[in-house]
């Protein structure tokens, strides 16, 4: 029972403020990681040294467990900090050749992607409507970052 002028809505804002999050918190890198995972998992493996075992790992289980294990969203994901800072340059150093093209394309999709929703909360709010925005245009960054990743990088390894 929804009382008379309150919005609906308000109970799908939740869930794609945490899809958001999942998407733009750390940027572009959570794609680097899947697609290295993907195309090289197996291999990376049995390579990491232990401390890039374990930063991955960690990194991996708290990036999963955060919509779960609680109400602060935005703090949990961020625990997932050692994959994505630390393991993802690492990993893209060992397996990816680089043109200076491609760099900058990803990384100002990266930036984009990371400075979105708080430029668009500041200037739109705290909506649904913004939300949907900035998961729109992510995923289209996402797409865009595939591409440059899939059809401009070879793997070194």
């Known amino acids: ?33 899947f697609f290295i995972l993907k195309n090289k998992g197996r291999q990376i493996w049995k390579q990491m040294d232990f401390w890039l075992l374990i930063a991955v790992i960690y990194g991996i289980v708290s990036y999963f467990i955060a919509i779960p294990a609680g109400t602060g969203i935005v703090r949990l994901v961020g625990y997932a900090w050692p994959v994505f800072l630390l393991a993802v340059p690492f990993l893209i150093q060992d397996l990816f050749e680089f043109d200076k093209k491609s760099l900058l394309k990803l990384s100002l999709t990266h930036l984009f992607v990371a400075w979105l929703p ?3 909360q500041r200037i739109f709010g705290d909506t649904i409507t913004s939300a949907v925005f900035v998961i729109l245009v992510v995923l289209g960054a996402y797409f865009y970052s595939f591409y440059i990743l899939k059809n401009r990088f070879s793997f070194a390894a």
Request: net charge positive; glycine share 6%.
């Open 1 to 33: 029972i929804v009382p008379s002028g309150a919005n609906p809505f308000r109970y799908f804002l939740l869930p794609l403020k945490t899809i958001m999050l999942l998407f733009t918190t750390f940027g572009i890198l959570p794609l680097f990681l």
């Open 118 to 120: 708080l430029e668009t």
